[in-house]
């Protein structure tokens, strides 16, 4: 199997700096694909699933504070380049997170063998 299968998230353009989105790769044959949010901080990009481990609520809703998001549904806080829970990091799960590239002009993540079959 490639470890070398990245998925296109569209141009950069679409990513202004301090801003993040939330989007979903797509799935095909009926398999849904993948929630991300994407986090441009000052010109660095990184992609985190967008599901919080808590209890599962879109982390994306949330806010952005220097290299932190802030789940708004209850208030817990992840480092978004480890995904790391940063007041409970040895005892709370931490969020995905996926490689990111610019390639072109273009946003890709790399997901893993499993999921990009999906794609
Ligand atoms: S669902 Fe995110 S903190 Fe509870």
Known sequence: ?????WTDLGPESDFPADEHSCLNTEGTNGTPGTAVVVVNVKGEMYALENRCPHAGRPLGDGACAGMTIICPYHGYTYHIKTGKNIDFPEEETPVRTFPLRV?????????????????
């Open 1 to 5: 199997m490639s470890n070398d299968t």
């Open 103 to 119: 390639e072109g002009g273009r946003v890709q993540i790399q997901l893993t063998n499993d999921e990009a079959e999906q794609t």
